[in-house]
């Protein structure tokens, strides 16, 4: 097997979901379950981030008239249906059915329908960028896939084929990132990009306060509230 990763670019007005991604820093969508056949799609997504964000963006998401999937100018016409799972203030999860998806230019359709049998999906959705990652058989032609995904985009959207590679981290504890504060999120990015986590240690609070112009305090509550929260995660699931 072999993973693919294509990523959608989104201008500012080219498509109504997306752009709520580009106006809410810390918005983030990850479709950790995706499952199509030829006709039907059926997902699970986990939108994280603040509750103003999500608050303003749940509406239009859970709106069954439109499709959150179409990357052409035609409307589709799939049937759709969306049901809220679980909400919380910072973490909402959401369940997605479609049926007649031939009719729709989305990649679910499209890589199902150029794969077949045994895909598997992830997506995440934040800021401009939408990323798709497929887990296909090794003598998929990726080119192929890629020129009918390409074929018909809408002004605004840009398509790349990211990477080729390996398979890794498929379905990695994303519940994980769920547990975080979008500040929390944030500054433990912030510390894995700069290295404190780094054996030897590259960076230190103080030069994560300063990276993210907050105070030294905040920064270390923030760092000790994060590593608390995923060791009794871990704790609860391997112990």
């Known amino acids: 097997m072999r993973e693919f990763e294509f990523v959608l670019t989104y201008d500012s007005g080219a498509d109504e979901v997306m752009d709520y991604f580009l106006e809410h820093e810390g918005l983030r969508a990850h479709t950790g379950s995706c499952f199509a056949n030829d006709r039907s799609m059926w997902r699970i997504d986990h939108l994280v981030g603040p509750e103003s964000a999500l608050d303003a963006v749940e509406p ?66 934040s800021g401009e960028e939408y990323v798709w990652r497929l887990l296909v058989p090794e003598d998929c032609a990726v080119g192929a896939l890629y020129d009918r995904i390409d074929d018909g985009l809408r002004e605004g959207i840009s398509l790349e084929l990211s990477h080729v590679s390996e398979p890794k981290n498929w379905n990695d504890g994303y519940g994980t990132a769920a547990l975080l504060s979008p500040e929390e999120r944030e500054t433990v990015a912030t510390a894995v990009e700069s290295g404190y986590y780094g054996t030897p240690r590259e960076s230190t609070v103080a030069d994560l306060a300063a990276v993210l112009e907050t105070p030294h305090s905040t920064v270390q509550y923030r760092l000790q509230r994060a590593e608390e929260k995923v060791m009794e995660r871990f704790a609860a699931e391997s112990l």
């Open 60 to 125: 239009r998401f859970l709106d069954e008239s439109v499709c959150n999937e179409c990357l052409d100018v035609e409307e589709c016409t799939s049937n759709r249906e969306y049901q809220v799972l679980q909400t919380a203030p910072e973490h909402r999860v959401y369940f997605t059915r479609r049926e007649e998806i031939q009719h729709c230019h989305s990649i679910p359709y499209l890589a199902v329908d150029h794969v077949g049998d045994g895909l598997l999906i992830e997506a995440e959705r």
